[in-house]
């Protein structure tokens, strides 16, 4: 049985539920990148597994799991061009964020689900750029 977290008193697969909109296969568009991103859940519920194909713009692998220090929902990106890159996510009501690091940090993405949580419509941002991005929800795939 998972351990429950001291700092938000729940189990790694109870916070990772907050995240269950993004569970399926997606299309990404946008005027920077495109390709397909699934996210899927991780034997026993304590991670969540992202593969990302954008093509030259990048694939790789994340894993998002628990922070037991911070409470938050934290990942590591495996890129295949061999580097690691650390983000924390949140989803908050249909607000999606995905800091790079951590919530501290200005470089950010920030994305709205519509009613059905089908599409994500939003930008990744930092000082003195970015790139808006959509995800839609593949044809048939459930929540």
């Known amino acids: 049985m998972p351990e429950n977290n001291p700092a938000t008193d729940q189990s790694p697969a109870e916070a990772l539920q907050t995240l269950?909109?993004?569970?399926?296969?997606?299309?990404?568009?946008?005027?920077?990148?495109s390709g397909t991103v699934s996210y899927e859940w991780y034997d026993g519920g304590n991670f969540i597994v992202q593969r990302v194909d954008?093509?030259?713009?990048?694939?790789?692998?994340?894993?998002?799991g628990l922070d037991a220090d911070s409470g938050t929902l934290r990942?590591?990106?495996?890129g295949t061009n061999g580097k690691i890159l650390e983000y924390t996510y949140e989803l908050a009501g249909s607000?999606?964020?995905i800091w790079f690091?951590?919530?501290?940090s200005p470089a950010k993405f920030v994305g709205e689900f519509n009613a059905d949580y089908t599409v994500n419509t939003g930008a990744w941002q930092w000082p003195g750029g970015g790139y808006e991005s959509t995800m839609t929800r593949r044809d048939g795939d459930d929540q």
């Open 20 to 33: 269950a909109p993004l569970i399926g296969h997606w299309t990404v568009s946008g005027p920077s990148s």
């Open 54 to 64: 954008l093509g030259e713009e990048g694939r790789g692998i994340e894993y998002i």
């Open 75 to 78: 990942s590591h990106f495996f």
């Open 95 to 97: 607000t999606l964020t």
């Open 101 to 104: 690091g951590g919530p501290e």
